[in-house]
């Protein structure tokens, strides 16, 4: 652990600070304020909520993707007699990620866009909390080998990567099998179509893939969670978090979403770890581990459960998810590509350009058309991705005149 992290407050940056995480994140800070302050706060354009967030947490930092968002906030902020640095930009987000003073930083920018502050977070040392499984997914082993160089503590937050933490023992980064690991069983809620037909999925709208039926999420996750990709991202990651091989790690649909994942061990012994759907629990087990703190989550009632009941996912429902273990098995920058592709895709979809069971015929297409490559460095990751990016767009444009 890092000097800093031994400091009783800790100063926290909160990359995404205006999304669905980063709103639970606060959350828990603000009931422990005995432990963490706000160092800085991280987003895209919401310059609304970002005042509301800066009148509570008096953050020395605020940086916007957006340059006129953060003039807006620059104003409002002067207007109300608030004395916060505000900047806007790339190079902003990573410079104040890795600033000396910050300790914790939880990194829950929505995909490719939050590459550049995580991976400064993670070489400049720090505890970072991974909720932004893109970055993992397009950089793999460079993202792994950086946490290695710095020191960096790396702890997931999607509660599915964060059961699986919990359930494995201390030594699981020497190897599973070393620890006597025989599978990882990745749960999945199923999304809102897991009752629906296929055939159905022609007519989704945006608003109906967006009723996630357990979770509060952002547009784009939510997206993702209906199409299973969400899965498929969260699959790779954990060959990377956890250094399984991709046969090492089953997927469950499990509709009531209590069990977030479990570890079955050679013995016969599955562990499980079990708690309401609310993202909130995994937040507050990284940021005071290995500790634990209050996080305003209800105590689970399993009697008012009454059930828990789990399928084997349909890959033929759920061609993302398929797509995603293929790119997992390729290697290289295939799940860059994937990634680059399926963002381009539910950007689509979300703008009503894309029917919703195209998704994964844009990604399939990219995944077929451009050839896979050694992810040797960032530049080459960054390439594939921003080529990948292209050829979506291009396949979208195609399919927007088909019926």
Known sequence: ??????????QVCVLGSTGSIGKSTLDVIARNPEKYRVHS???????????????????????????????????????EGLRV???????????VAADN??????????GAAGLAPTMAAVRAGKKVLLANKEALVMTGALFMDAVKASGSILLPIDSEHNAIFQCLPSGHQ????????RRILLTASGGPFLQSSVESFAAVTPEQACAHP?????????????????????FIEACWLFGARPEQIEVVIHPQSIIHSMVDYEDGSVLAQMGNPDMRTPIAHALAWPERIPSGVAPLSLTDIGRLDFYAPDMLRYRCLQLAQDAARSGGTAAAMLNAANEVAVDAFLDHKLRFDRISE??????????????????????????????????????????
């Open 1 to 10: 652990m890092t000097a800093s992290c031994s400091r009783s407050v800790q």
């Open 41 to 79: 706060l991280i987003a895209g354009k919401n310059a609304t909520v970002m005042l509301e967030q800066a009148r509570q947490f008096r953050p020395r930092y605020i940086v916007m993707a957006d340059e006129q968002a953060s003039e807006v906030l620059r104003a409002d902020l002067k207007a």
């Open 85 to 95: 640095s505000v900047e806007s930009g790339v190079n902003a987000m990573a410079q």
């Open 101 to 110: 003073d910050v300790d914790v930083v939880m990194a829950a920018i929505v």
């Open 174 to 181: 020497s190897g599973l099998e070393q620890v006597g690991v």
């Open 214 to 234: 357990n979770w509060s999420m952002g547009r784009k996750i939510s997206v993702d969670s209906a199409t299973m990709m969400n899965k498929g991202l969260e």
């Open 362 to 403: 844009v990604i399939d297409a990219t995944l077929q058309t451009l050839p896979v490559m050694n992810a040797d460095d960032l530049e080459q990751v960054l390439e594939a991705d921003k080529e990948a990016r292209y050829l979506a767009k291009k396949q979208v444009s195609q399919m927007q005149g088909i019926a």
